[in-house]
């Protein structure tokens, strides 16, 4: 993992990508330069581990870049089941910040991944500096969990175990 500067011409970029997230694109643009000074953009080579299931959740990421593979430990084999990809202006994390819980997944890179990286203090302020964030957080976090229930459920009917 490297550590990308966001200075200059970096900050409208960024600013740029951050529109194209379902959290932040209804703020208003000097919000969105606000708001880039809270991020640290990291690039991750093609595999490399962003989070671990079961790790300390005190942080999420915007996808800037490239996509990310969701894996989870099958309970009885113990292997990890890739479960989910997300792609660019996606998020990661976001459900154990508001939980207060550890990561539930593992998260790797895939090729050309750079993410917008944000902490539990900024994710905690965005709620009280913007009601309408909560909101949309709360929906993107209800299709995520709704979208999981639809790729697990028949997973488990597959292998005989209760849905």
């Known amino acids: 993992m490297q550590t990308i500067p966001i200075t200059g011409e970096m900050t409208d970029a960024v600013v740029k990508e951050l529109r194209q997230s379902a959290l932040f694109r209804d703020l208003a643009e000097k919000d969105l330069k606000e708001i880039t000074k809270s991020a640290v953009m990291l690039q ?70 750079l993410l917008l990286k944000f902490n539990q203090t900024f994710f905690q302020d965005m709620f009280r500096k913007f009601p309408d964030f909560a909101l949309v957080a709360c929906k993107v976090m209800a299709k995520r969990v709704q979208q999981s229930v639809h790729t697990v459920a028949p997973a488990a009917a597959d292998a005989g175990a209760p849905a």
């Open 44 to 113: 991750y080579d093609d595999g490399e581990t962003v989070v671990e299931e079961g790790g300390v959740s005190d942080s999420f990421f915007v996808i800037a870049s490239g996509e990310a593979v969701i894996k989870r430990t099958h309970e009885t084999s113990r292997e990890l089941i890739e479960i989910a990809r997300v792609k660019p202006f996606d998020t990661i994390g976001e459900l154990g910040l508001l939980l207060g819980q550890p990561r539930t997944a593992t998260v790797t890179a895939g090729p050309d991944t």
